[in-house]
């Protein structure tokens, strides 16, 4: 299971998404290098690197999924 998502960074605060829901940290609290987009270790003291390698790719498939066109009614 992924640790905790950094959705988004709010000013000196950044917010997590931990089992589906939001908490707000302070951002000095959490490792460097840490910005929207990435996991964290469940302990909050590093960037789980792998799982947000693995989640980039995904979102990359799908994106790419999303580019064919498939002759529907539906276009982007």
């Given at each position: 299971?992924?640790?905790?998502?950094?959705?988004?960074?709010?000013?000196?605060?950044?917010?997590?998404?931990?089992?589906?829901?939001?908490?707000?940290?302070?951002?000095s609290s959490l490792p460097r290098g840490?910005?929207?987009?990435?996991?964290?270790?469940?302990?909050?003291?590093?960037?789980?690197?792998?799982?947000?390698?693995?989640?980039?790719?995904?979102?990359?498939?799908?994106?790419?999924?999303?580019?064919?066109?498939?002759?529907?009614?539906?276009?982007?």
């Open positions: 299971m992924a640790g905790p998502f950094v959705d988004r960074i709010e000013g000196k605060q950044a917010v997590l998404v931990i089992d589906g829901k939001e908490k707000s940290v302070p951002l840490t910005r929207e987009g990435v996991y964290l270790t469940a302990d909050l003291k590093g960037i789980d690197d792998a799982e947000t390698r693995r989640a980039a790719g995904e979102i990359e498939a799908r994106r790419e999924r999303m580019k064919k066109d498939d002759g529907g009614d539906f276009s982007l």
